[in-house]
């Protein structure tokens, strides 16, 4: 008996009905052509997209961090080198401008936690009108430049402004207080500035939250805060860690609100950056120093995501 009279049950009659029909394989190949072009004409716009406008920037910006510069032969120099590299490795000045703009990343990102997070809650608690009506007025300032918002600030600060004005007319001072140009009127710039993009974060985790299980743990005695620690925040962490990694990117590359609260006295990464370009016209350094910026901030984040990975994969098991 050959292998085309196999009893059904036989190991031949297994390995004939596992194998496909060939017919049916070609005859699906032009729909799944099509499918698989559809798929690259939604990928190939998005990634030349990303290569036209930010690939080839950067690249070009490490070209121009490699060259010389001489101001009196012109400039930017056609030879190559590293120097502008080893200079900010090893110089003091540098070193203190990039402590100083994480130091300020981290201040922002960590305020930005304290007060974005428990708003998010609230608003995701309050019922409507109410929580449509103060979510807009939440995010409304995203609608507005981040320039003139901080303009409003250093309105605010300044020594004749709204808050010297009030701290004198309730005698709580005696002299205008110098509060632009400092590192705490760049804080509180910045944290207006991002705790909105904190509170979008935690709102998108709220969205998933499951209320049964903060209810069940209420029945079972637990109290408001022990229901918040150990229930709602673990389900919320992702949108916290996601919010957190935005401003914390966002404040370490920040120009406007650093250059116009903080001024000449208050350097960081940026406004040196700007400076380098537009002020001494040293383009090759002033591109190094963005350079540096950009590995620092995928190295810290990069480092962040991993141990975050780490912890939660040890936590689930």
């Not at 009279?5 to 029909?21: H, L, V």
């Not at 007025?137 to 250093?154: A, D, F, N, Q």
């Not at 002033?286 to 780490?310: D, F, P, Q, T, W």
């Amino acid at each position: 008996m050959n292998a085309a009279t196999s009893r059904p049950g036989s190991p031949g009659a297994t390995e004939a009905a596992a194998m496909p029909d060939m017919k049916a394989v070609r005859a699906m190949s032009p729909e799944a052509a099509r499918h698989r072009r559809a798929g690259w004409a939604l990928v190939v716009p998005a990634t030349l997209y990303f290569i036209v406008l930010l690939a080839v920037p950067l690249v070009l910006t490490f070209v121009l961090s490699l060259h010389g510069f001489d101001a009196n032969l012109g400039g930017v120099l056609p030879t190559i080198s590293l120097q502008h590299y080893v200079d900010i490795l090893t110089d003091s000045y540098f070193y203190e401008i990039f402590l100083r703009t994480l130091l300020l990343s981290a201040g922002v990102t960590l305020l930005c936690v304290l007060v974005g997070v428990p708003e998010a809650y609230f608003l995701f608690r309050m019922r409507d009108p109410w929580r449509s009506l103060c979510l807009v007025l939440v995010l409304g300032p995203l609608l507005i430049s981040v320039v003139v918002r901080t303009l409003g600030w250093s309105i605010l600060l300044g020594r004749e402004g709204l808050v010297n004005t009030v701290l004198a007319r309730l005698g709580l001072i005696d002299h205008p207080l110098q509060m632009l140009f400092t590192m705490g009127a760049v804080t509180v710039a910045l944290v207006h500035v991002l705790v909105p993009l904190m509170v979008l974060s935690v709102w998108t985790s709220l969205t998933r939250l499951d209320p049964a299980v903060a209810n069940a743990a209420r029945s079972l005695g637990a109290g408001r805060a022990t229901v918040m620690w150990r229930v709602v925040l673990p389900q919320i962490t992702p949108g916290i860690l996601s919010g957190s990694l935005i401003v914390f990117a966002l404040t370490a590359s920040a120009f406007a609100t650093p250059a116009l609260i903080g001024g000449r006295r208050l350097k960081v990464v940026a406004t040196t950056a700007y400076d380098e370009f537009l002020g001494t016209l040293n383009w090759p350094l002033g591109a190094a120093i963005a350079i540096v910026l950009l590995v620092v901030n995928v190295a810290i984040i990069s480092g962040y995501n991993r141990a975050l990975e780490k912890r939660f994969t040890r936590r689930l098991g």
